[in-house]
Structures are given as structure tokens and as C-alpha cells.
């Protein structure tokens, strides 16, 4: 089966965390830069209620546990990030670069999570250093092309000519 890639926006809505501290710490972090309203719970205080009026859950107790709140939130449609325990998961959290504007996110489908930081390192030294200037040109020809009607069809390779023009500009003799 293939994964769904796909951003969420998560300000103002609610996502539960269960587990230990150790555990879902960086993820409760990462969900509140996103906007998230984050509610937590340990594993041995979970009750179902806490599933109500919640969008997503990240579940990091044991593999019954999660299972638990699993079976509650298919029944309630609420996607479930199951650390760990992809059996348990309906929806999987990938290795993710934030730069410049830009995020790339990688997924080995919950199979191998080390995988997946590697890869995150590998494309993270690849992007380019300027890459806030690409952001930057991107914005501004985007609009452009709105304001114009240009077909998204042909807006790929206008961009990749307005990319190409930041680097004449350097290499111009002055």
C-alpha cells in the first residue's frame, strides 16, 4: 500500500499526545511551532474521552495501548501516529527539513525511521545555500503569473528561467 503525502494545518485544532515525557516531548514541541492546541497524556491516565473534540493523535504507550486508541479513533475517523508501531498507525510522521520556507518531508512508510533521518541529512545538505533567494523569486513570479493567467502548465519552466537568472546576474562582470 502507498502512503498519502500531505501537510497539514494544524493551527487551532486540537491534537492529543499519550505517552511519556521522553517520548512525546520533541513531538508536543514540533505540533505547537505547527500552531497545534496540544493536550497531553500519560499512558497510565488515557481515557477514551480524551479522544473527544481531537483531529489527530500521537499515541506512544505500549503497542495494546495504542492499539486501544486506535480501535476509538477509526471509529471517531481521527488519524492516529502510532511512534514506533506502524500496525497501530493510520498515519505516519516522516523525517522532515524546514528551510527557508521550503519543507520536505521523507517517509519509509514506518518501516525504517533511521532511514528516513539519513535521507532528511542528505537532502538537507543539498539544498541550495541561497535558498531563501529562490523562495524569494518563486513568490514574486508566482504572483506574476496569477495576476497574468499564465497555465500552470508552463509556470515549471518559467521558473526554472527566473532561478537561472540569479546566477547571471552574479557571474556578469561588473
Known amino acids: 500500500m502507498e502512503l498519502f503525502p500531505l501537510f497539514l494545518k494544524l493551527d487551532g485544532r486540537t491534537v492529543l499526545v499519550v505517552g511519556d515525557e521522553a517520548v512525546i516531548g520533541p513531538k508536543r514541541?514540533?505540533?505547537?511551532?505547527?500552531?497545534?492546541?496540544?493536550?497531553?497524556?500519560?499512558?497510565?491516565?488515557?481515557?477514551?474521552?480524551?479522544?473527544?473534540?481531537?483531529?489527530?493523535v500521537v499515541a506512544a504507550g505500549s503497542p495494546d495501548l495504542n492499539a486501544h486508541i486506535a480501535r476509538l479513533a477509526e471509529a471517531?475517523?481521527?488519524?492516529?501516529?502510532?511512534?514506533?508501531?506502524?500496525?497501530?498507525?493510520?498515519?505516519y510522521l516522516g523525517g522532515v527539513v524546514r528551510r527557508d520556507g521550503v519543507t520536505v518531508a521523507i517517509s519509509?512508510?514506518?518501516?525504517?525511521?533511521?532511514?528516513?533521518g539519513l535521507l532528511r541529512e542528505?537532502?538537507?545538505?543539498?539544498?541550495?545555500?541561497?535558498?531563501?533567494?529562490?523562495?524569494?523569486v518563486s513568490r514574486e513570479v508566482r504572483a506574476d503569473w496569477k495576476a497574468?493567467?499564465?497555465?500552470?502548465?508552463?509556470?515549471?519552466?518559467?521558473?526554472?528561467?527566473?532561478l537561472n537568472k540569479l546566477y547571471e546576474k552574479a557571474e556578469s562582470p561588473a
Open 148 to 162: 497574468r493567467g499564465v497555465p500552470m502548465a508552463d509556470r515549471r519552466p518559467l521558473l526554472l528561467q527566473a
Open 76 to 91: 471517531r475517523r481521527i488519524f492516529v501516529n502510532a511512534v514506533d508501531d506502524p500496525p497501530n498507525a493510520s498515519a
Open 122 to 136: 542528505g537532502i538537507d545538505e543539498l539544498l541550495p545555500a541561497d535558498l531563501d533567494r529562490w523562495t524569494a
Open 108 to 116: 519509509t512508510s514506518g518501516d525504517a525511521p533511521a532511514l528516513a
Open 29 to 56: 514541541d514540533a505540533l505547537r511551532r505547527a500552531g497545534a492546541d496540544v493536550r497531553e497524556r500519560r499512558s497510565d491516565s488515557f481515557a477514551d474521552a480524551d479522544l473527544d473534540g481531537v483531529w489527530l
